[in-house]
Protein backbone atom coordinates (compact mmCIF):
# COMPACT_ATOMS: atom_id res chain seq x y z
CA UNK A 1 0.00 0.00 0.00
CA UNK A 2 1.42 3.32 -0.76
CA UNK A 3 2.34 5.35 2.26
CA UNK A 4 -0.48 7.67 2.18
CA UNK A 5 2.39 10.20 4.00
CA UNK A 6 4.00 11.13 1.03
CA UNK A 7 1.59 12.81 -0.45
CA UNK A 8 1.95 15.27 2.35
CA UNK A 9 5.56 15.17 1.84
CA UNK A 10 5.31 15.89 -2.47
CA UNK A 11 2.45 18.82 -1.37
CA UNK A 12 5.00 20.57 0.92
CA UNK A 13 8.26 19.99 -1.87
CA UNK A 14 6.13 21.43 -4.34
CA UNK A 15 4.33 23.49 -2.92
CA UNK A 16 5.72 23.49 -1.23
CA UNK A 17 33.37 47.09 9.41
CA UNK A 18 36.64 48.73 9.73
CA UNK A 19 36.21 51.96 10.90
CA UNK A 20 37.97 53.24 14.19
CA UNK A 21 37.63 49.06 14.71
CA UNK A 22 34.33 49.18 14.62
CA UNK A 23 31.64 47.58 12.05
CA UNK A 24 29.20 48.97 9.19
CA UNK A 25 31.50 51.08 7.66
CA UNK A 26 31.82 49.51 3.91
CA UNK A 27 35.05 49.06 2.00
CA UNK A 28 36.33 51.79 0.55
CA UNK A 29 36.86 51.21 -3.83
CA UNK A 30 34.73 48.23 -3.84
CA UNK A 31 31.31 50.02 -5.27
CA UNK A 32 31.55 52.65 -8.36
CA UNK A 33 32.38 52.67 -11.58
CA UNK A 34 35.09 51.20 -13.13
CA UNK A 35 35.68 49.20 -9.71
CA UNK A 36 35.37 45.52 -10.37
CA UNK A 37 34.51 43.16 -7.29
CA UNK A 38 36.65 41.32 -5.57
CA UNK A 39 35.05 38.26 -6.04
CA UNK A 40 32.89 37.12 -8.67
CA UNK A 41 29.18 36.79 -7.94
CA UNK A 42 27.12 36.80 -10.99
CA UNK A 43 24.00 35.76 -10.12
CA UNK A 44 21.57 34.13 -12.16
CA UNK A 45 18.52 31.83 -10.94
CA UNK A 46 19.81 31.02 -7.71
CA UNK A 47 16.81 30.98 -5.84
CA UNK A 48 14.49 28.56 -6.64
CA UNK A 49 10.34 27.49 -6.04
CA UNK A 50 10.30 26.95 -2.48
CA UNK A 51 6.64 27.04 -1.51
CA UNK A 52 3.42 27.48 -3.89
CA UNK A 53 -0.21 28.39 -2.15
CA UNK A 54 -3.77 28.63 -3.57
CA UNK A 55 -5.17 31.41 -1.32
CA UNK A 56 -8.02 33.31 -1.10
CA UNK A 57 -7.28 36.70 0.68
CA UNK A 58 -3.12 38.79 -0.10
CA UNK A 59 0.02 39.46 1.87
CA UNK A 60 1.28 42.31 4.18
CA UNK A 61 4.94 43.06 4.80
CA UNK A 62 7.23 44.83 6.47
CA UNK A 63 10.69 45.13 7.72
CA UNK A 64 12.75 46.65 10.11
CA UNK A 65 16.75 47.50 9.90
CA UNK A 66 18.98 46.18 12.87
CA UNK A 67 22.23 47.24 11.86
CA UNK A 68 20.67 51.08 11.60
CA UNK A 69 18.32 50.96 14.12
CA UNK A 70 17.18 54.67 14.71
CA UNK A 71 15.86 53.78 17.55
CA UNK A 72 19.14 52.16 18.97
CA UNK A 73 21.23 52.91 21.75
CA UNK A 74 23.62 55.67 20.10
CA UNK A 75 25.46 54.53 17.55
CA UNK A 76 26.77 51.36 19.06
CA UNK A 77 26.18 47.66 17.72
CA UNK A 78 22.41 47.52 17.38
CA UNK A 79 20.98 43.54 18.01
CA UNK A 80 16.94 45.04 17.48
CA UNK A 81 13.94 46.24 15.81
CA UNK A 82 10.20 46.52 15.03
CA UNK A 83 7.69 46.49 12.68
CA UNK A 84 4.33 46.85 12.42
CA UNK A 85 2.04 45.54 10.51
CA UNK A 86 -1.39 46.94 9.34
CA UNK A 87 -4.19 47.48 6.78
CA UNK A 88 -5.04 43.70 7.14
CA UNK A 89 -8.67 43.72 7.16
CA UNK A 90 -10.47 41.95 9.94
CA UNK A 91 -13.67 41.24 8.41
CA UNK A 92 -14.80 41.05 4.59
CA UNK A 93 -18.46 40.65 4.01
CA UNK A 94 -18.88 39.93 7.69
CA UNK A 95 -16.51 37.11 7.47
CA UNK A 96 -13.38 36.93 9.59
CA UNK A 97 -9.80 36.82 8.38
CA UNK A 98 -7.25 34.02 9.32
CA UNK A 99 -3.73 33.84 8.93
CA UNK A 100 -2.36 30.89 6.52
CA UNK A 101 1.13 31.69 6.96
CA UNK A 102 3.66 33.83 8.32
CA UNK A 103 7.62 34.13 7.49
CA UNK A 104 10.34 35.85 9.11
CA UNK A 105 13.33 36.55 7.27
CA UNK A 106 16.81 38.00 8.32
CA UNK A 107 20.51 38.50 7.24
CA UNK A 108 23.67 38.50 8.89
CA UNK A 109 27.24 39.51 7.82
CA UNK A 110 29.88 37.60 9.90
CA UNK A 111 33.63 36.33 9.97
CA UNK A 112 31.77 33.41 11.32
CA UNK A 113 31.94 30.67 8.76
CA UNK A 114 29.14 29.64 6.56
CA UNK A 115 28.39 27.26 8.04
CA UNK A 116 27.86 28.74 11.74
CA UNK A 117 24.83 29.26 13.79
CA UNK A 118 25.29 32.79 13.59
CA UNK A 119 22.47 34.17 13.95
CA UNK A 120 20.13 31.34 14.07
CA UNK A 121 18.56 31.98 17.08
CA UNK A 122 17.05 35.78 17.40
CA UNK A 123 13.85 36.30 19.51
CA UNK A 124 10.34 37.21 18.06
CA UNK A 125 7.92 38.93 20.25
CA UNK A 126 9.62 37.60 23.35
CA UNK A 127 9.93 34.23 22.22
CA UNK A 128 13.14 32.56 21.00
CA UNK A 129 12.75 31.30 17.02
CA UNK A 130 15.03 29.06 15.72
CA UNK A 131 16.04 29.78 11.52
CA UNK A 132 16.67 27.61 9.11
CA UNK A 133 19.31 28.66 6.73
CA UNK A 134 18.06 29.55 3.46
CA UNK A 135 21.23 30.80 2.01
CA UNK A 136 24.98 31.35 2.66
CA UNK A 137 27.90 33.47 0.52
CA UNK A 138 31.80 33.29 1.07
CA UNK A 139 31.93 37.18 0.87
CA UNK A 140 29.93 40.24 1.77
CA UNK A 141 27.95 42.79 -0.03
CA UNK A 142 30.95 45.42 -0.01
CA UNK A 143 31.49 45.11 4.07
CA UNK A 144 34.86 43.19 5.10
CA UNK A 145 33.33 40.98 6.78
CA UNK A 146 33.88 37.31 5.00
CA UNK A 147 30.88 35.81 4.97
CA UNK A 148 27.03 36.59 4.88
CA UNK A 149 24.39 34.16 5.86
CA UNK A 150 20.47 34.22 5.16
CA UNK A 151 17.51 32.64 7.91
CA UNK A 152 13.99 32.57 7.92
CA UNK A 153 11.56 31.28 10.28
CA UNK A 154 7.52 30.19 10.35
CA UNK A 155 6.56 32.40 13.17
CA UNK A 156 2.42 31.70 12.16
CA UNK A 157 2.13 30.34 15.26
CA UNK A 158 3.19 33.39 16.85
CA UNK A 159 0.65 35.51 14.80
CA UNK A 160 -2.61 36.22 15.73
CA UNK A 161 -5.39 36.31 13.09
CA UNK A 162 -5.50 38.94 11.28
CA UNK A 163 -1.96 39.29 11.90
CA UNK A 164 -1.82 43.36 12.22
CA UNK A 165 -0.08 44.47 15.16
CA UNK A 166 3.52 45.76 15.90
CA UNK A 167 6.41 42.94 16.17
CA UNK A 168 9.77 43.01 18.13
CA UNK A 169 12.83 40.98 16.60
CA UNK A 170 15.90 41.38 20.01
CA UNK A 171 18.88 39.14 20.22
CA UNK A 172 20.13 39.66 16.79
CA UNK A 173 23.72 39.68 16.39
CA UNK A 174 25.60 42.65 16.73
CA UNK A 175 29.48 42.96 17.56
CA UNK A 176 32.79 43.93 16.50
CA UNK A 177 32.84 41.06 13.46
CA UNK A 178 28.85 40.19 13.51
CA UNK A 179 25.81 42.31 12.42
CA UNK A 180 22.44 42.10 11.54
CA UNK A 181 21.58 44.01 8.57
CA UNK A 182 17.83 43.49 8.89
CA UNK A 183 14.51 41.21 9.03
CA UNK A 184 11.44 41.27 7.48
CA UNK A 185 7.69 39.60 8.18
CA UNK A 186 5.45 38.36 5.47
CA UNK A 187 2.11 37.37 6.31
CA UNK A 188 -0.37 35.60 3.98
CA UNK A 189 -3.92 35.83 5.12
CA UNK A 190 -7.04 34.27 3.76
CA UNK A 191 -10.77 35.47 4.13
CA UNK A 192 -13.71 33.59 2.32
CA UNK A 193 -14.86 36.55 0.77
CA UNK A 194 -11.19 37.57 -0.55
CA UNK A 195 -10.40 36.86 -4.26
CA UNK A 196 -8.78 33.93 -5.28
CA UNK A 197 -4.68 34.51 -5.39
CA UNK A 198 -1.56 32.40 -6.27
CA UNK A 199 1.74 33.14 -4.04
CA UNK A 200 5.27 31.52 -5.03
CA UNK A 201 7.84 31.99 -2.72
CA UNK A 202 11.61 32.41 -4.26
CA UNK A 203 14.59 31.71 -2.01
CA UNK A 204 18.08 29.51 -2.24
CA UNK A 205 17.94 26.19 -0.93
CA UNK A 206 20.12 26.77 1.94
CA UNK A 207 23.05 24.09 0.84
CA UNK A 208 26.49 25.45 -0.46
CA UNK A 209 28.40 28.70 0.76
CA UNK A 210 27.94 30.52 -2.43
CA UNK A 211 24.19 29.51 -2.72
CA UNK A 212 22.95 33.39 -1.52
CA UNK A 213 22.19 35.46 -4.21
CA UNK A 214 24.50 38.22 -3.32
CA UNK A 215 25.88 40.79 -5.67
CA UNK A 216 28.65 43.36 -5.62
CA UNK A 217 27.38 45.98 -9.03
CA UNK A 218 27.14 43.18 -11.26
CA UNK A 219 24.37 40.96 -12.88
CA UNK A 220 21.31 39.37 -10.93
CA UNK A 221 18.56 37.75 -12.56
CA UNK A 222 16.01 35.74 -11.00
CA UNK A 223 13.22 34.29 -13.12
CA UNK A 224 9.74 33.74 -10.84
CA UNK A 225 7.68 30.94 -12.33
CA UNK A 226 3.71 31.30 -11.49
CA UNK A 227 2.84 27.41 -12.50
CA UNK A 228 -0.90 28.01 -12.15
CA UNK A 229 -0.46 31.61 -14.57
CA UNK A 230 -2.39 34.65 -13.69
CA UNK A 231 -6.29 34.91 -14.38
CA UNK A 232 -7.19 34.15 -18.47
CA UNK A 233 -9.30 36.69 -18.33
CA UNK A 234 -10.15 40.28 -16.94
CA UNK A 235 -7.99 42.86 -14.91
CA UNK A 236 -4.77 41.14 -13.32
CA UNK A 237 -3.47 42.05 -9.85
CA UNK A 238 0.29 41.21 -9.20
CA UNK A 239 2.60 42.04 -6.55
CA UNK A 240 6.35 41.86 -5.72
CA UNK A 241 7.33 41.04 -2.37
CA UNK A 242 11.09 41.74 -1.70
CA UNK A 243 13.66 41.29 0.73
CA UNK A 244 16.97 42.52 0.23
CA UNK A 245 19.73 43.44 2.01
CA UNK A 246 22.18 46.26 1.73
CA UNK A 247 20.43 48.92 -0.57
CA UNK A 248 21.83 52.22 -0.14
CA UNK A 249 20.36 55.85 -0.78
CA UNK A 250 23.70 56.37 -2.96
CA UNK A 251 23.22 53.38 -5.37
CA UNK A 252 22.12 52.76 -8.62
CA UNK A 253 21.10 48.97 -9.40
CA UNK A 254 18.94 49.22 -12.77
CA UNK A 255 16.33 47.12 -12.07
CA UNK A 256 14.05 45.80 -14.07
CA UNK A 257 10.75 43.46 -14.16
CA UNK A 258 9.88 41.77 -17.17
CA UNK A 259 6.63 40.11 -17.92
CA UNK A 260 4.28 39.43 -20.72
CA UNK A 261 2.92 43.00 -21.08
CA UNK A 262 5.96 44.73 -19.67
CA UNK A 263 6.79 47.59 -21.73
CA UNK A 264 10.32 47.59 -23.72
CA UNK A 265 13.14 47.02 -21.63
CA UNK A 266 11.21 46.38 -18.75
CA UNK A 267 9.22 48.02 -15.74
CA UNK A 268 11.75 50.41 -14.46
CA UNK A 269 12.43 50.32 -10.66
CA UNK A 270 15.61 51.64 -10.73
CA UNK A 271 17.26 53.16 -7.80
CA UNK A 272 14.00 51.62 -5.15
CA UNK A 273 16.78 49.55 -3.76
CA UNK A 274 18.17 52.12 -1.65
CA UNK A 275 18.10 51.25 2.20
CA UNK A 276 14.93 51.49 2.92
CA UNK A 277 11.49 50.11 4.37
CA UNK A 278 8.32 51.08 4.68
CA UNK A 279 8.51 52.49 8.24
CA UNK A 280 11.98 54.10 7.57
CA UNK A 281 12.94 56.85 4.88
CA UNK A 282 16.35 56.56 3.36
CA UNK A 283 18.88 57.85 4.98
CA UNK A 284 16.95 57.94 8.49
CA UNK A 285 18.92 55.65 10.37
CA UNK A 286 21.89 55.34 13.02
CA UNK A 287 24.77 53.40 12.81
CA UNK A 288 28.51 53.70 13.01
CA UNK A 289 28.18 54.45 8.81
CA UNK A 290 26.25 57.19 9.49
CA UNK A 291 22.86 57.23 8.41
CA UNK A 292 22.03 54.42 5.99
CA UNK A 293 19.86 51.78 6.56
CA UNK A 294 20.96 48.64 4.56
CA UNK A 295 17.64 47.07 4.41
CA UNK A 296 14.97 47.10 2.15
CA UNK A 297 11.23 45.92 2.59
CA UNK A 298 9.84 47.26 -1.03
CA UNK A 299 6.35 45.65 -1.86
CA UNK A 300 5.58 46.39 -5.72
CA UNK A 301 2.48 46.80 -8.01
CA UNK A 302 3.26 45.03 -11.21
CA UNK A 303 0.01 44.42 -12.13
CA UNK A 304 0.35 46.18 -15.52
CA UNK A 305 2.91 43.63 -16.58
CA UNK A 306 0.46 40.72 -16.88
CA UNK A 307 -2.46 42.73 -18.23
CA UNK A 308 -2.25 42.44 -22.35
CA UNK A 309 -4.60 43.70 -24.85
CA UNK A 310 -4.37 39.98 -26.18
CA UNK A 311 -4.98 38.14 -23.26
CA UNK A 312 -3.61 37.33 -19.98
CA UNK A 313 -2.94 34.01 -18.47
CA UNK A 314 1.26 34.75 -17.91
CA UNK A 315 3.19 32.02 -16.03
CA UNK A 316 6.78 33.50 -15.25
CA UNK A 317 8.49 37.08 -14.98
CA UNK A 318 12.39 38.12 -14.21
CA UNK A 319 13.81 40.24 -11.88
CA UNK A 320 16.95 41.89 -13.43
CA UNK A 321 19.64 44.24 -12.35
CA UNK A 322 22.09 44.24 -15.46
CA UNK A 323 25.20 46.88 -15.13
CA UNK A 324 25.76 46.18 -19.49
CA UNK A 325 22.53 48.31 -19.61
CA UNK A 326 23.55 51.07 -17.49
CA UNK A 327 26.04 51.26 -14.73
CA UNK A 328 25.17 48.91 -11.16
CA UNK A 329 27.27 50.98 -8.18
CA UNK A 330 25.56 49.10 -4.90
CA UNK A 331 25.67 45.53 -3.09
CA UNK A 332 22.88 43.54 -2.58
CA UNK A 333 22.43 40.04 -0.82
CA UNK A 334 18.83 38.40 -2.05
CA UNK A 335 17.31 36.67 0.60
CA UNK A 336 13.82 36.03 -0.73
CA UNK A 337 11.65 36.97 -3.34
CA UNK A 338 7.45 36.27 -3.79
CA UNK A 339 4.93 37.06 -6.54
CA UNK A 340 1.30 36.95 -5.66
CA UNK A 341 -0.49 37.13 -8.55
CA UNK A 342 -4.33 36.71 -9.10
CA UNK A 343 -5.91 33.24 -10.81
CA UNK A 344 -8.76 32.17 -11.61
CA UNK A 345 -11.00 28.89 -10.95
CA UNK A 346 -9.90 26.81 -13.76
CA UNK A 347 -6.12 27.65 -13.17
CA UNK A 348 -6.62 26.40 -9.95
CA UNK A 349 -8.30 23.06 -10.53
CA UNK A 350 -5.28 22.54 -12.97
CA UNK A 351 -2.74 23.28 -10.73
CA UNK A 352 -4.59 21.27 -7.83
CA UNK A 353 -4.16 18.09 -10.12
CA UNK A 354 -1.01 18.54 -10.95
CA UNK A 355 0.28 18.50 -7.34
CA UNK A 356 -2.49 15.75 -6.55
CA UNK A 357 -0.90 13.47 -9.31
CA UNK A 358 2.76 13.68 -8.24
CA UNK A 359 1.29 13.23 -4.40
CA UNK A 360 -0.86 10.49 -5.92
CA UNK A 361 0.45 9.25 -9.01
CA UNK A 362 -1.82 7.22 -11.25
CA UNK A 363 0.90 4.44 -11.76
CA UNK A 364 1.74 3.98 -7.95
CA UNK A 365 0.42 1.03 -5.79
CA UNK A 366 -2.60 1.00 -3.93
CA UNK A 367 -4.46 -1.47 -1.91
CA UNK A 368 -7.85 -0.62 -3.84
CA UNK A 369 -9.53 2.27 -5.63
CA UNK A 370 -10.71 3.88 -2.14
CA UNK A 371 -7.00 3.81 -0.97
CA UNK A 372 -6.04 6.04 -4.05
CA UNK A 373 -9.52 8.30 -3.46
CA UNK A 374 -8.22 9.01 -0.04
CA UNK A 375 -4.64 9.78 -1.33
CA UNK A 376 -6.19 12.22 -3.77
CA UNK A 377 -8.51 13.89 -1.34
CA UNK A 378 -5.60 14.45 1.98
CA UNK A 379 -3.34 15.97 -1.05
CA UNK A 380 -6.01 18.02 -2.09
CA UNK A 381 -6.98 18.98 1.03
CA UNK A 382 -3.70 20.03 2.22
CA UNK A 383 -2.92 22.15 -1.09
CA UNK A 384 -6.08 23.69 -0.96
CA UNK A 385 -5.90 24.69 2.88
CA UNK A 386 -5.75 28.34 1.91
CA UNK A 387 -9.09 28.61 0.16
CA UNK A 388 -11.65 28.80 3.01
CA UNK A 389 -15.50 28.02 3.10
CA UNK A 390 -18.13 29.82 3.67
CA UNK A 391 -18.36 32.99 0.76
CA UNK A 392 -17.49 33.65 -2.21
CA UNK A 393 -13.92 31.89 -2.81
CA UNK A 394 -14.70 29.08 -5.19
CA UNK A 395 -13.15 26.57 -2.72
CA UNK A 396 -15.73 23.82 -3.50
CA UNK A 397 -15.61 24.01 -7.13
CA UNK A 398 -11.95 23.83 -7.41
CA UNK A 399 -11.78 21.09 -4.87
CA UNK A 400 -14.60 19.32 -6.99
CA UNK A 401 -12.63 19.82 -9.90
CA UNK A 402 -9.54 18.55 -8.86
CA UNK A 403 -10.68 15.41 -6.61
CA UNK A 404 -13.90 14.05 -8.71
CA UNK A 405 -12.52 13.18 -11.96
CA UNK A 406 -9.68 11.34 -10.77
CA UNK A 407 -12.33 9.33 -8.05
CA UNK A 408 -14.14 8.25 -11.05
CA UNK A 409 -11.02 6.53 -12.57
CA UNK A 410 -10.33 3.16 -12.69
CA UNK A 411 -6.85 3.65 -10.59
CA UNK A 412 -6.17 1.27 -7.77
CA UNK A 413 -9.12 -1.29 -8.96
CA UNK A 414 -8.02 -4.80 -9.44
Known amino acids: MRDLRAHRMAVTLFSTLLTAGTVYAQEPGVVGAGNAPTINSVSTNKMALQQLTLVCGGKAQQGTPIAGNPTGAGTGNHTSGSLTIAGIPALIGGLPTTVVQANLFWSVLTNSATDSSTGEVITFNGAPITGTKIGSANQSPCFPQANTIAWKADVTNLVASPGNGIYTITGAPGGASDFTEGATLQILWSNPNAPLMEDVLYHATGDGASSLALTQAELFSQTLNIPGGTNSSGPVSATLYEVIGNGQSNGGENLRFVAACSPAGGHNFDNTLDGSTSSHAPNTCNSNAG?????????????????????????????????????????????????????????????????????????????????????????????????PLGGSCPREEVQSACVNPRARSNVGKK
Open 291 to 387: TECFWDDDVLNVSSDFACASGNGATSATLVSNPAVSATNDCFDWPALNLLTSTDQGRAADLCGAVVDRACPADGTYDNHGAYVSCVAHAAEDFLAGL
